[in-house]
């Protein structure tokens, strides 16, 4: 316990449960505690600099401390920062995210992917008029109740592959959530759909992320997209993709591979610039739930701080930079870094793989890339080897997500690509020793 961040982590554990805010910083033997970070670079309190992959959890676009979006922010920040009322920026960024997916009529912002998710589940249920949701195992969506289950199952308890269980991640999770959620496998439209079928005309919406992060960081095939797409027309339960992180992959969604319009978009992450901030978009028809009526709307909603104008103002800023052009060469950067990471596991001997799209990746200890959660799924010894490399990584100056994910950034060049192939390969032959060692 000599450096400073492990100072701070023994003072923090006074005040804060577990030392932390948010358990995804938690290593060991302490978090680290940044000191600055301009570009696609951090220092942490003890002066250590590394380039950062992680990105705040994939959220910052254009890396830290953005020069247009620190002028743009700083210039709102001196004419306030929340008001009871509405800004005329919201309206300029409503309009910005309109323009880039032809499946957003309509936009309405909130603070954060979770509380985005918890809105399109609720309008789903307000248009529908139905109790159900079904979502794919093992995918992160936030910390709505609903949308945490099965977020996290383990073997003894997942059940049958083609018809896995619903599986509480919190103690305490109310029985009848767990009634009200149907797990899907990922990447196998027939089983999905058979049990689909089982709830026809209970459904509120399928909800499904095109690449979900806990999962494995694995794109959707066409396929299953195109049957959740069919069935959920048929059956008249909505379709909402989750963007919250994969917003960065195309300039409208993820969903522009697919060509299938979702009814619900959530987004979040790098809409805001920096900031926190969530949104959910969909088409006219479905997005009436906000609207109130003679009754009342049939969705309540409003939040203290949804599209404070510090938010609206570094999302949209970002968010214009971030054009087709840009979007097209980070996912360039994004496939040359792929390539790197796998020439850089053959080279080192470990059984590796690397998944991902875009601008994100995802290290694997298994030889073979996985399909889906289940394949995913680490071992014990997985596990060991897979904490050897990330501290190794850290050591040398590369900071990426505990999983082992990373998300790129504007600020970086194949410099930054290079650098992170070379501690990769280095980190790997580490982390197979510790294998070997075991
Ligand atoms: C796909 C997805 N949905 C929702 C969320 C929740 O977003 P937030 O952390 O802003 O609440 C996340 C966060 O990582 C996410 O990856």
Redesign the pocket.
Known sequence: MSSRSAELFLEAQKYLPGGVSRNTLLRKPHPFYNHHATGCRTVDVDGVDRIDFANN???LIHGHAHPAIVAAVTEQLAKGTAFTMATETEIDFARHLVGRSPSFDKVRFVN??????MAAIKAARAHTGRPKIAKVEG?????YDF?EVSQEPAPHSWGERNHPNAVPLAMGTPQGILHDVVIIPFNDPDAACAILDEHRGELACVLI?PM??RAGLIPADENFIRALWKWTRDDGALLVF?????FRTEVGGMQTRYKVRPDFT?M??IIGGGF???AIAGRDETMAVFIPGPYGPRLPHSGTFSANPITMTAGLTAMELFDAAAVARLNALGELTRARLREAISASGAPASVTGTGSMFKLHFKAEAPRDYRSAFPTTEERHAHRAFIDALNDDGILTIYSAAGALSTPMTEVEINRLAEAVEAALRKAKEELVVR
Request: aromatic share 4%.
């Open positions: 959890m994939a959220s954060s992917g979770t509380e985005a998710v995918t992160y969506h936030g910390a949308a992320d979900p992060h989750d963007e919250v992180i994969t959530t979040g992450k926190p901030v969530g």
